[in-house]
């Protein structure tokens, strides 16, 4: 399946998913002025791409500086998603990345994290402003 | 005599703490730009990251409030559809703490269930916000709510003392509703 990749704007993050290597990336910030419309194509792509018998394992980097809480909602359906597929035998892992002192952005990776059972999950701290 | 005016109205401002205003119509755009005015100012001020950060949450939350939920309204399309929604924001410094109030005109009609929201917001402690926060979060958006109705929760999530707000009604149809964050 196609690679989605999609340049980070003032308000949208970069989108990096290489279906083909099963590595998925989230970096920068994510507040667009209409959710629906940023993240339905990337909802379909990773729908369609989880379905897909067999593959990859998945590894997914969410690497976000901030998001508001429209895009929050939209990530919780990613995470859910990625639980199902993961529920149903894929093996997916998931590192979220936050800057260190940065309590909100960890606080925020645990809400998600809190009932995924088939995805294994990891907090990773970095150096702020700095690259991962 | 137009000097005298302005100035007073600056002096309102500065005797209030406010570093910040906006009032008039709002959209989408001049959130990114107001937004990256006040990240900018704040990073030239050296204040840390995770702040400036928070900051510009609440400011987001507060601003997207206004442009979804302002009970005055321009809509249009020409190029691209456009809303444009009246109200206020201002930020300032208070007690050495930054603070966010944003103000706009809300229909009579929504106010008790707005009411109902803050109030019980308002009473929650920073545990049981971030509970309610990851209940909501889990949730699928209320009917007619065009956001993800967690843009109040977040704001009292970042907030560093319970959020405060007031109605006054203007008429019989609408009131005018602010909401206050210090983070």
């Known amino acids: 399946m196609e690679s989605?990749?999609?340049?980070?704007t003032g308000r949208t993050p970069e989108v990096d998913f290489?279906?083909?290597?099963?590595?998925?990336?989230?970096s920068g910030e994510s507040y667009p002025?209409?959710?629906?419309?940023?993240?339905?194509?990337?909802?379909?792509?990773?729908?369609?791409?989880?379905?897909?018998?067999?593959?990859?394992?998945?590894?997914?980097?969410?690497?976000?500086?901030?998001?508001?809480?429209?895009?929050?909602?939209?990530?919780?359906?990613?995470f859910q998603m990625l639980e199902t597929a993961a529920g149903n035998g894929r093996s997916i892992s998931v590192t979220w990345c936050y800057?260190?002192?940065?309590?909100?952005?960890?606080?925020?990776g645990e809400d998600f994290a809190e009932d995924l059972r088939h995805v294994s999950f990891t907090l990773k701290q970095i150096p702020a402003d700095g690259a991962p | 005599m137009l000097a005298q005016?302005?100035?007073?109205?600056?002096?309102?401002?500065?005797?209030?703490?406010?570093?910040?205003?906006?009032?008039?119509?709002?959209?989408?755009?001049?959130?990114?730009?107001?937004?990256?005015?006040?990240?900018?100012?704040?990073?030239?001020?050296?204040?840390?990251?995770?702040?400036?950060?928070?900051?510009?949450?609440?400011?987001?939350?507060?601003?997207?409030?206004?442009?979804?939920?302002?009970?005055?309204?321009?809509?249009?399309?020409?190029?691209?559809?456009?809303?444009?929604?009246?109200?206020?924001?201002?930020?300032?410094?208070?007690?050495?703490?930054?603070?966010?109030?944003?103000?706009?005109t809300v229909y009579n009609a929504d106010v008790p269930r707005l009411r109902d929201r803050l109030e019980y917001l308002k009473g929650l402690d920073k545990d049981a916000i971030k509970t309610y926060y990851r209940e909501q979060l889990r949730e699928t958006p209320e009917e007619g709510a065009r956001g993800a109705n967690i843009g109040l929760i977040e704001i009292a999530r970042r907030a560093s003392e319970p959020i405060e707000y007031d109605f006054l009604e203007m008429d019989e149809g609408k009131s005018f509703f602010c909401l206050k964050a210090r983070i």
């Open chain 2, 5 to 104: 005016q302005y100035a007073g109205i600056k002096r309102d401002l500065d005797e209030k703490g406010i570093i910040f205003s906006f009032s008039g119509y709002l959209s989408e755009g001049i959130l990114y730009s107001l937004g990256e005015a006040l990240r900018e100012k704040m990073t030239l001020e050296e204040t840390d990251g995770p702040t400036v950060r928070r900051v510009f949450a609440v400011f987001v939350e507060q601003m997207q409030n206004i442009i979804r939920y302002s009970a005055e309204k321009m809509t249009g399309a020409r190029e691209k559809p456009v809303e444009l929604s009246a109200g206020m924001v201002t930020i300032g410094m208070e007690g050495g703490k930054v603070f966010i109030v944003c103000g706009n």
């Open chain 1, 33 to 78: 002025d209409d959710v629906a419309t940023f993240f339905g194509p990337i909802f379909a792509a990773l729908r369609a791409f989880l379905a897909e018998a067999g593959g990859h394992p998945i590894r997914f980097d969410m690497e976000l500086l901030y998001f508001n809480s429209s895009s929050a909602k939209a990530l919780m359906n990613i």
């Open chain 1, 4 to 8: 989605l990749k999609l340049p980070a």
């Open chain 1, 99 to 108: 800057e260190e002192n940065d309590d909100s952005m960890q606080e925020l």
């Open chain 1, 18 to 26: 290489d279906f083909a290597q099963g590595v998925l990336r989230l």
